[in-house]
């Protein structure tokens, strides 16, 4: 069984569709949304979606809560997990279709341990293309998986490694870090889709520097960036 973990915070734009999006896929899953504390509607329209009796996926999906930041929530999420398949999956990015089969498929091929998935944005823009490019080939290369690209790993390594650092920011980097030392992580496609409100949002030159200086402080150990870089945008 995969078991996809979701954190949220103050996502009720997108959640929605994304979340009808992803219980309409087949196969063996779960769903745990694990909400940092949310002053929107998130929580409730969690709860809205596991009442509603026309979803076909009804029953799989638990709303967690845990202290607001992404390793805290993702980490919660894995200790009540059921699945072989531990699945990261951020509110504004949608899997591929049949996704969730593959991955039960793969569930049987112990030379896989860990994966994600290639990456796009939503919409036409040639800027955000571009990022993804640039974000596509460094994955390629280094086969460190950032948190929209929803990273996969079985729960037995991911325990093994620790889990999420308790950290601010670049809590995916500093797993992957820890995870290619043992195994390398498969990349799949199709990509999976995020929404590029955000990035539009932030202004799309201003999200692109910050994309590259991501990449040089991972790459190159420049210096991190301030958290102030990483404010929440919704």
Known sequence: MISVVMPTYNEETVLPGNLHALCTQSGDYEVLVVDGGSTDRTREVVM????????????????????KGR???????????????????HADTVLPHRA????NKLEADHD??????????????????????????????SRIIYGDQALFVRRALFEQLGGFPQQPILE??????????????????????????????MGIWSSFIRVLLIILHVEFRVPVLPRAFFQDIR
Request: aromatic share 10%.
């Open 172 to 201: 995916d980097v500093v797993f992957c870090e820890r995870l290619i030392r043992v195994t390398t992580p498969l990349l799949l496609t199709p990509p999976v889709v995020t929404d590029s409100r955000k990035f539009i949002k």
């Open 112 to 141: 896989v341990q860990a994966g994600g998935f290639m990456h796009r944005f939503s919409g036409d823009d040639w800027r955000l293309r571009l990022i993804s490019f640039l974000d596509n080939f460094r994955c390629t290369r």
């Open 48 to 67: 809205d979606f596991t009442r509603n009796t026309q979803h076909s996926r009804l029953g799989v999906v638990r709303l967690l809560t845990a202290p």
């Open 100 to 103: 969730v089969q593959r991955l």
């Open 71 to 89: 390793a805290s929530q993702m980490n919660a999420g894995a200790k009540e997990a059921r699945g072989e398949w531990l699945l990261f999956l």
